[in-house]
């Protein structure tokens, strides 16, 4: 199958390399894997690939590699030479050998697709707000994969990093971060050809860490509207500029974080306690929660709670339900805070239905699409009639889709809520029956 031009990018993998006299590596991974490890080098040499440069621990690198190219993050000092960028053998075959990988999966495990030694550059012409992949030639210069038809060699003014997946320990608000330019994407969808994984790797939207949601994977950048999926985001560790030396960003952790600690694509399963937003004296519990609702396409079905908030009530407003927060005053619209229900109705906690509790006649809340549930966390939370409050009808157990009284309308098992308490101002919570 013809691969697009549309790919050139990515970098190498190596064993050991010297900073600042000191030897850094990780140990290597099986030689008998297609798939180098992010600190070793494969002693097995392309003949379509130059030797190494000397004193490099960077892989040679072929377009005829298999990858993903590492089997874990990188040591972001592996491309670091006595304080300078560790120059790289690029590929001398044709980019048409780049093979097919029907199963791939570009997520943090694998360093996002990159190879061991490549630098996300910015450039004044973009205000350093987008960042692409170079690697350092024999010569010593900075050089871009020729996507986009462009292959720039040392921009003027550019500034490189080494980058490392997000995790818990090293990402924080106030820092600099890396995310994929197509904020849908977070790692998964790799299993068609590698003009996929060029397509997103090689553009990476930079700012200061806005915001971090951890529950719901995403973290926002200064001047973006929309958030990034954590999955697919990095982290800057080291710094260079033409004519200076490779230094530390302040406060980073510059090392490669193990793969336990990477943030995977996707949410866990898991289902919020109605009765945990109830406290003792039987009244809804303030919730505060500064995040925006993501607007990111993810699969929000009953196994992920339909990507609700676990603060969310559903309130009966005018007989639409509306997802909305308690603030210890006022239900304010889940989506939009400064939109107060200034004449709520019963106020619904739900978790999702299982088939057999759908008995006929049973009430429930039903997410309105006959095909999916909500397309995103922004789409559970909007008040716009997508929810609705229904009676069951008849429940077709060998599609898994039901009806509702008064429409021949089949909705998915799986777009179903029980309501199992509700509150009215003035009352205390109670059980539904």
């Not at 002693?43 to 298999?66: F, I, M």
């Not at 495990?109 to 190879?115: E, I, N, P, Q, T």
């Not at 157990?397 to 039901?402: L, Y």
């Amino acid at each position: 199958m013809q691969v697009s031009v549309a790919l050139r990018m990515l970098c190498a993998l190596a064993p050991a390399c010297t900073v600042n006299g000191k030897a850094i590596g990780i140990p290597g991974a099986s030689s008998s894997s297609n798939v180098g490890s992010a600190g070793s080098s494969d002693s097995s040499s392309s003949s379509s690939t130059k030797g190494q440069p000397p004193g490099s621990s960077c892989r040679a690198q072929a377009w005829a590699d298999p990858w993903p190219f590492l089997d874990r993050p990188a040591d972001p000092w592996l491309a670091v030479v006595d304080g300078q960028p560790a120059r790289v053998s690029l590929p001398s075959d044709s980019y048409g050998q780049l093979k097919e990988n029907l199963s791939a999966v570009c997520d943090a495990a694998v360093d996002h697709c990159l190879r061991d030694c490549t630098w996300l550059v910015t450039t004044p012409g973009e205000k350093h707000r987008e960042a692409t992949p170079f690697h350092v030639n024999p010569d010593g210069d900075f050089v871009e994969e020729d996507w986009r038809f462009r292959a720039r060699t040392n921009p003027e003014g550019f500034v490189a990093y080494r980058t490392v997946p997000v995790t818990r320990e090293n990402l924080k608000v106030g820092a600099l971060a890396m995310a994929f330019s197509d904020p849908v994407y977070d790692g998964r969808d790799m299993s068609t050809h590698v003009t996929g994984f060029v397509r997103n790797l090689y553009a990476w939207d930079v700012g200061t860490v806005a915001s971090i949601d951890w529950d719901s994977g995403v973290l926002w950048l200064d001047g973006h509207r929309d958030g990034f999926f954590l999955a697919a985001a990095r982290v800057p560790v080291l710094r260079y500029t033409r004519g200076g030396t490779v230094e530390a960003m302040p406060g980073a952790l510059a090392k490669a974080p193990a793969v336990a600690d990477v943030i995977r694509p996707g949410r866990a399963a898991h289902t919020s306690d109605p009765w945990s937003q109830v406290d003792r004296r039987h009244q809804p519990v303030a919730a505060d929660d500064p995040h925006a609702m993501a607007g990111l396409a993810e699969t929000c079905n009953a196994r992920v709670d339909h990507c609700l908030r676990p603060w969310v009530w559903f309130v009966d407003d005018g007989g639409t339900p509306a997802p909305a927060r308690w603030t210890g005053k006022a239900f304010v619209r889940a989506a939009d805070a400064d939109m107060v229900i200034d004449h709520p109705g019963l106020a619904y906690r739900t978790r999702p239905a299982k088939e057999s509790e759908l008995r006929p006649g049973r009430r429930v809340l039903v997410f309105r699409n006959t095909e999916r549930g909500p397309a995103s966390q922004d789409d559970a939370h909007a008040t716009r009639g997508d929810w609705m409050f229904a009676e069951v009808g008849k429940v077709d157990a060998n599609f898994h889709v039901f009806t509702v009284k008064g429409s021949d309308d089949r909705y998915p098992v799986d777009n179903a809520r029980l309501l199992v308490l509700f509150w009215l101002p003035g009352e205390d919570a109670t059980a539904v029956e």
